[in-house]
């Protein structure tokens, strides 16, 4: 589609597409992803609208693909890095089967617990085990114990972006061989192609160059193939291959 100038282009850094129309972005939700929502993610997601910090989270079309891409691989057991108020918590936790497990971690328990209750109200709470703190001391724990060692069959991370890479060399050993590793916000408001000029958010500019340094990790990485697609913020997509 082609647009006239700067007109039908997201204003707003820091919008949850990366699309140049805002146009073309909403026929997405409204034709594929809102009448396809499920109503608790619905329910999450405008609450969380409400938050003073709503861009911490995930975009109802990431969910959506999110929830697809469980299914697809038939996931079990799971791991999030990064939960905020929980909606791509639910939207995992809704595609396992009753008895899949994830491992949820994030330093704010409060922002999960307003989500909590619609989490619970949606039948899924008990799939869930929520650990407050930062994930890495939780990590090196589990890489410990040889018993985690391919373990998850997917995990997720939205969290601190100059963690990543630290978060990278612990999760490797801790997902299965044939496992996902999904790290998002890796074109990170479209800043990893901006000039060094350009006028950026200073927590934009601030996580660029860790973003940077994860994407060109991940490419180098021969232990994971990878498949970077601009969904949302940006996901790419690690399935380790030994």
């Not at 949850?16 to 073309?24: H, V």
């Not at 890495?136 to 601190?160: S, T």
Request: net charge negative.
């Amino acid at each position: 589609m082609a647009e006239n100038g700067d007109q039908g282009r997201h204003q707003e850094v820091g919008h949850k597409s990366l699309l140049q129309s805002d146009a073309l972005y909403q026929y997405i939700l409204e034709t594929s992803v809102y009448p396809r929502e499920p109503e608790a993610m619905k329910e999450l997601r405008e609450l969380t609208a409400k938050h003073p910090w709503n861009i911490m989270t995930t975009s109802a079309d990431e969910g959506q693909f999110l929830n697809m891409l469980l299914k697809l691989i038939n996931a079990k057991n799971t791991m999030e890095i990064g939960v905020y108020t929980g909606y791509s918590l639910l939207a995992t936790a809704l595609a396992l089967p009753d008895d899949g497990k994830i491992l949820a971690m994030d330093i704010n328990r409060d922002n999960y617990e307003l989500g909590l209750p619609i989490i619970e109200k949606a039948g899924v709470a008990h799939k869930i085990e929520f650990k407050e703190g930062p994930a890495l001391p939780v990590l090196d724990q589990m890489i410990e114990d040889g018993k985690n060692h391919g373990a998850f069959d997917f995990i997720f991370v939205d969290a601190d972006k100059d963690n990543y890479i630290n978060y990278h060399k612990r999760l490797i050993d801790l997902v299965k061989v044939g496992g996902l590793i999904g790290y998002d916000n890796t074109l990170w408001n479209g800043s990893v192609v901006a000039p060094p000029d350009a006028p950026l958010r200073k927590y934009v500019r601030y996580y660029r160059d860790f973003v940077l340094e994860l994407n060109k990790a991940l490419a180098a990485d021969p232990r994971i193939e990878i498949c970077m697609l601009p969904v949302g913020d940006g996901i790419t997509l690690c399935r380790r291959v030994s």
